[in-house]
């Protein structure tokens, strides 16, 4: 039986991603969504085609009232919504899912969007739908990482993980969304206790193999609550940073001014950052990566250290944070049914289902190493 599924922000640069991987999957019926008309006309003309899943458009605004009912009109399975930035976004999409009965999954990586999800979990289990918030890199592929071997370890001391991208740049929503918080104070762990390090600050130059030196700044990210209670860490950090040396510095220095005080709304020099790394992206070399360290006991009580790394070449960047839906897709597709409920979303799909998903394996790398004793 075809799913059929509602796509926010379709014409946007991860909802793109998303349209094109779901289109010629057998079982689909697609709806592309969002507020602009013409955008939607040129992706409509894009993706239509003989074996194309596309089903039609919706215009409209998603956070709007009447969204429940246009849901319910078009007979929709699943929502994506990828309308960010999830930044002070309220769940009004969730919502209307839940009285639409809908499933929905996003593509947030707002640290207090996606843990605060849970506040609509009873409704979701009364309503009988799954919503799934984080469905990207973080935390849906960093937990499925260490999920896999975490019977590898006795306990886990530290988990110290980032991302550094390739220097082509997401879309526009993205940078406002990241850099909202830059100079702001960032909720971390060490030894167990809580601290706070500056976003956008705390300079590390960290080399990441197959890319060489990569200059990284202080992110939030779910996962700083998720992996303290799933994995008992009582050291974890996140890193991230741009391509560019020079995008990581102009970071930096926007949230060193935001910490003086000396700018107060990040937001017009986050589109002014945005527009200069656009000029820029012919300066990169096309790879990013995900790296995870993990740190702990093995289960004869000595020191075992992980380290664990998503390669991306060509600029396939993008589409790791994209494809953690299309592999949900894939997988409800398959039978599978995610339990009733709202969460974050962890726990749902494997690393093989996700790098499946993206369909790249000429550009796209997995490494995991292992080492006993202290370092």
């Excluded at 799954?130 to 590898?152: M, T, Y």
């Excluded at 992206?281 to 004869?300: F, T």
């Excluded at 070449?313 to 597709?333: E, F, H, Y």
């Amino acid at each position: 039986m075809p799913i059929r599924i509602l796509v926010i922000g379709a014409y946007g640069n991860f909802g793109r991603i998303i349209c094109r991987h779901l289109n010629p999957m057998p079982g689909v019926q697609l709806i592309v969504a969002g507020r602009n008309a013409n955008s939607l006309k040129n992706l409509c003309e894009q993706l239509a085609g003989p074996a194309a899943a596309l089903h039609g458009s919706w215009c409209g605004d998603a956070m709007a009232p009447g969204f429940a009912a246009a849901l319910r009109e078009l007979g929709i399975d699943w929502v994506i919504h990828t309308g960010g930035p999830f930044q002070r976004q309220p769940y009004s999409v969730a919502q209307a899912c839940i009285e639409a009965g809908a499933n929905y999954c996003d593509l947030a990586d707002c640290r207090v969007f996606v843990n605060g999800i849970t506040q609509l979990d009873a409704q979701a289990r009364e309503a009988g739908v799954a919503l799934l918030s984080g469905c990207s890199s973080v935390p849906s592929l960093s937990s499925a990482i260490i999920d896999e071997q975490r019977h590898r370890f006795s306990q886990i001391d530290a988990i110290e993980h980032g991302i550094s991208s390739s220097a082509k740049m997401p879309g526009l929503s993205t940078i406002e969304g990241v850099l909202a918080y830059a100079g702001r104070p960032i909720p971390q762990w060490r030894d167990g206790q809580p601290c706070s390090v500056d976003g956008w600050l705390g300079l590390q130059l960290r080399h990441l193999p197959g890319l060489g030196w990569r200059l990284l700044n202080n992110v939030d990210v779910p996962d700083m609550d998720i992996f303290a209670r799933r994995y008992g860490a009582g050291t974890l950090a996140f890193k991230a940073g741009a391509g560019l040396m020079a995008g990581g510095v102009a970071n930096a220095a926007l949230a060193l001014l935001v910490k003086l005080g000396l700018v107060r709304d990040p937001l017009p020099w986050a589109r002014r950052l945005y527009r200069l790394g656009v000029y820029c992206e012919r300066l990169g070399d096309g790879k990013s990566a995900m790296y995870i360290r993990v740190r702990g006991l093995d289960p004869q009580g000595q020191p075992l250290h992980m380290h664990a790394q998503v390669t991306a070449l060509d600029d396939k960047g993008p589409q790791i944070p994209s494809c953690a839906s299309v592999a949900l897709m894939a997988k409800v597709l398959a039978g599978y049914r995610p339990q009733p409920g709202a969460r974050p979303c962890v726990g749902e799909i494997s690393v093989a289902e996700y790098l499946a998903a993206i369909g790249a394996p000429h550009q796209l790398r997995y490494s995991l190493d292992f080492q006993q004793g202290r370092s």
